[in-house]
């Protein structure tokens, strides 16, 4: 099994409001992130599915999860899990995190947080591969999220 | 129920003898040897070529059986563990060497040793302790302790012992 | 399970290039691409089996340069007479690559095309300035080694390419060296460090995700913290980030001293 935590945040000028509505539009964040596929809303701020696709030399990942929003508090904090497995391997993918949206004189701190876990073959494979690479989507994620709220 | 792989037949020597088969595409050699062809001394055992114990000689060569093509022996010739003794059963003296010098327990890596070894004697029929230890790196045993194994290949080669009776 | 698939067997170039170009995906040894398709982590539909394409295999030399094909076995290379002598470096690391079943299966195209992080031999090359040659029915291509890895298994590579050989300078080569720290079966660490009358290379590898390399006019040029601070190792069973770069100053210092001897 391989896994991670993260913690990252970012301050911008929008309001706690401004950035909420962005940040759980999920079809135009499915946009920033290259490995995520189709994203699709079952039940807005409750329930998710997304596709994920992603290449590595031979390796293929294709995984279908399953997001589910644990808790939720309109327009500070919301908190989901997404699990899913690979298509061709089977390999399960776990994924808890969170966003905070605190108020800071005038500005908004935007905070993410959580936790992942890769488990099956693929972990044993390419343990440190999968770390590097879910740092490279976070970063991705990220300075996207912070474009979006200039 | 029909196979969901196409087969292909398979003609190569093992150990001296002409044998064939037909077998679906993804067998890999170990499974051709042990289930198709009745001879089971080469062993599975990590299934990922790290541990040698399914360890064939093809063309004379040290290959990992069980990440091996079935079908890529075609035409060639490989020796497996059951081509060491003599047709009459009498061991090699390096089978010998290695009952003499207790280098087996369970026995299980023991096919992937002595083809190993059998591999290093045709290359260098004199081996120092060293030599037979870095020859040794891609197989494992969990009983014996190596050194056992080494003083077998080492008392084998002494006796000027290249191989196996069979071919 | 190993998911259908179906087989050829190339004996030219020209077979395998057709074969390439319309999906088939080569393999020689197999010792990854089987072991992948064993896991489920890839699944081709069709296999091209190289081993018989001789056009693919062998040493050649010339005065001031030595070719190795693609579908040559590490152990032939180890073994070959022209490339203990005047690439000893090459010979050494082909002879400890893995462990002898790994260097009878496995080839020298197989192992950079498959571009494992923690690959020996891909280091050597790029500290040696290798020209790697490529083919496809439309045309030939050369990619020098230091630029073929951009990614853990990412080459560049089309998928109805072949790599065809490695191109190896020998005309003035002064030092060559390869230090290596390896306690499982894959390399930690890997240093390189060949000096040539235009200039040294010093390639480190298996460390980090990619090989990373420098260039200096003297040995004196390379600095061992410098080298280590630069790679961003992975961490796994193996070792930590840090201890993984005190190998690297360790095994880079070793590599220097050992130049600073010759080239005084």
Redesign the interface.
């Given at each position: 099994m391989t896994s991670g935590s993260f913690e990252r945040q970012f301050e911008t000028l929008r309001t706690a409001e401004e950035c909420w509505a962005v940040l759980t539009d999920v079809d135009r964040m499915a946009g920033w992130v290259g490995i995520v596929g189709q994203v699709i809303t079952r039940t807005p701020l409750v329930a998710y599915g997304a596709s994920l696709e992603d290449r590595m030399g031979p390796f293929r990942l294709r995984a279908d999860l399953d997001i589910r929003v644990t808790e939720r508090e309109v327009p500070a904090r919301i908190r989901f899990r997404a699990s899913g497995q690979d298509r061709q391997v089977g390999s399960r993918l776990t994924v808890d995190a969170g966003m905070q949206l605190v108020p800071n004189a005038g500005r908004t701190i935007v905070r993410f947080d959580g936790t992942y876990s890769v488990e099956g073959r693929v972990a044993t494979l390419g343990g440190p591969m999968i770390r590097h690479k879910a740092d490279a989507i976070l970063d991705q994620f990220l300075s996207r999220a912070e474009e979006e709220l200039r | 129920m029909t196979s969901?792989?196409?087969s292909?037949r398979v003609q190569f020597t093992l150990n001296g003898r002409s044998v064939a088969s037909v077998v679906p595409?993804?067998t890999?050699l170990v499974e051709l040897l042990r289930d198709h062809l009745g001879h089971s001394g080469t062993k599975v055992s990590c299934?990922?070529?790290?541990c040698?114990a399914c360890?064939v000689l093809v063309d004379g060569?040290?290959?990992?059986a069980c990440?091996?093509?079935a079908?890529?022996v075609d035409d060639a010739s490989v020796q497996s563990v059951e081509g060491l003794a003599a047709p009459d059963g009498s061991l090699s003296p390096l089978q010998q060497a290695f009952i003499d010098e207790f280098a087996l327990q369970c026995g299980f890596c023991t096919p992937g040793f002595l083809m190993?070894a059998t591999?290093?004697l045709q290359e260098n029929a004199s081996p120092t302790r060293r030599e037979i230890v870095e020859?040794f790196?891609?197989?494992i045993c969990r009983c014996s302790g190596y050194r056992p194994i080494v003083q077998a290949v080492l008392s084998a080669a002494g006796h000027g012992a290249e191989g196996g009776h069979g071919e | 399970m190993?998911t259908?698939?179906?087989?050829q067997r190339a004996t030219t170039v020209e077979q395998a290039l057709a074969a390439v170009a319309s999906g088939a995906v080569p393999y020689v040894g197999?010792?990854e691409l089987?072991?992948a398709?064993?896991l489920g982590l890839t699944a081709p539909e069709r296999l091209v089996?190289l081993?018989q394409v001789g056009e693919l295999r062998g040493v050649r030399s010339d005065d001031d340069s030595i070719t190795i094909g693609a579908a040559t076995p590490h152990?032939e290379v180890a073994a070959s007479l022209i490339v203990r002598e005047r690439l000893p470096m090459l010979a050494n690391v082909t002879s400890v690559i893995?462990?002898?079943?790994?260097r009878?299966?496995g080839t020298v195209g197989g192992n950079l095309c498959f571009a494992e992080p923690r690959s020996d031999l891909i280091p050597a090359l790029i500290a040696l300035r290798a020209r790697l040659r490529l083919r496809s029915q439309e045309g030939g291509r050369g990619v020098d080694m230091e630029s073929f890895v951009s990614a853990p298994f990412t080459v560049d590579r089309r998928d109805d390419e072949l790599l065809v050989d490695v191109v190896i300078p020998t005309g003035d080569l002064l030092f060559q060296q390869y230090h290596r720290l390896q306690i499982m079966?894959r390399p930690t660490v890997g240093v390189a460090l060949v000096g040539a009358a235009t200039g040294w290379r010093l390639c480190v590898g298996a460390a980090g995700y990619i090989p990373s390399w420098h260039d200096a006019p003297t040995p004196g040029g390379f600095d061992a913290d410098a080298v280590a601070d630069a790679i961003e190792p992975m961490e796994d069973a193996a070792g930590a980030a840090d201890y993984k770069r005190d190998l690297v100053r360790t095994l880079v210092s070793r590599a220097l001293s050992g130049a600073r001897k010759v080239d005084s």
């Open positions: - | 969901p792989y196409q292909r595409l993804p890999m299934d990922t070529q790290v040698g360890t060569h040290p290959v990992s990440t091996y093509l079908i890529d190993m591999a290093l020859y790196e891609g197989n | 190993i259908r698939f179906e087989h197999g010792t089987l072991a398709m064993k089996d081993k152990a893995g462990n002898p079943r790994v009878w299966q079966e």
